[in-house]
C-alpha cells in the first residue's frame, strides 16, 4: 500500500510539472528548487526529486551541477534543429498513414479537424483557456493524421519532438508576439500577421483534404510547408524577445501573453 501511494505521489509530480513546463507556465530556464516547488504545488520532497529525475531523461529539466535543476532553455538554435528533425520524422509518417488509414481513420481526422474549427485563435483571444484549448486540439489533429502510421519508434521520436516543439512555440513565438500586440508595439504586425497564418484552420483543412484525398505528393508538400510555420512566427518576433533568459527564482505561475 505504502509502495503504492509513493508510486501515484511521484506519478502526481511528473505529471504536473510535465504540464506545467510544456505550457511554459514554469519558464525555459526558470530554476527549480525544491522548497519553492514544494510550496507551489503541495507535493513532497521525494516525489519532486523522483519526477525531476524522470523530466531531466527527457531532456524537459537540466541538472546543474552543485544547484539542483531548472526547466531546460530554449534558444533558436534548437528550434531550427526541432523544425528539421520535425519534417524528417512526420513527414514519412504522414505518408504511412495516408497509405495505410481506412474508414475509422478518416473519421478520427474529420473528427480531429472539427474540434480544432470550434476554437478560437490565440490573436483573437489570447486567455490561457483559449491558448491551452487550441493547443491541445491541434496536437490531436496531428495525432489524427498520423494515427494510421504504422512505426511505433518513428511515432514514439514525433512525440518528443512535439513536446519541445510546443515549449519553443509558445514561449519563442506566441507569448512575445501576444503581449506586443496587446500592447500595440510598432512593428509588430508582421508578427501578428504571421501568428495569424500559422494558426490559420485553412492549412489544416488543406492537409485534411489531402490526406483524405490519398494526395501523398500534396499532403507531403503540405506538410513541409505546415511544419516550417513555428520558425517562421518566431523570426518576426526575435527582436523582442530574449532567447532562453532564465527566470526569477519564484516564478513559478502561469506565464501570460
Known sequence: MQNGEHTTKTETAYRTLRRDILAT??????????????????LGWTPLREALSRLEAERLVTAISNRGFAVAPVSRAELEDLTRARQVVEVPLFIESIENGGSEWEEAVVTAHFRLSRCKLAVDDPSDAAVN???????????????????RWLLRFRETIADQLRRHHRFLGLAPTLRAAAGLKTGYEEAVAALREAMALEHHTALMEAALDRDVERASALMAEHIGYTLHVYVHAEEEHAVGAPAPAAELTTLKA
Open 25 to 42: 507556465r514554469l519558464r525555459p530556464g526558470a530554476p527549480l528548487k525544491l522548497g519553492d516547488l514544494r510550496t507551489a504545488y503541495g
Open 133 to 151: 484549448e487550441w493547443d491541445e486540439r491541434h496536437q490531436a489533429f496531428h495525432a489524427a493524421l498520423l494515427s494510421a502510421a504504422r512505426s
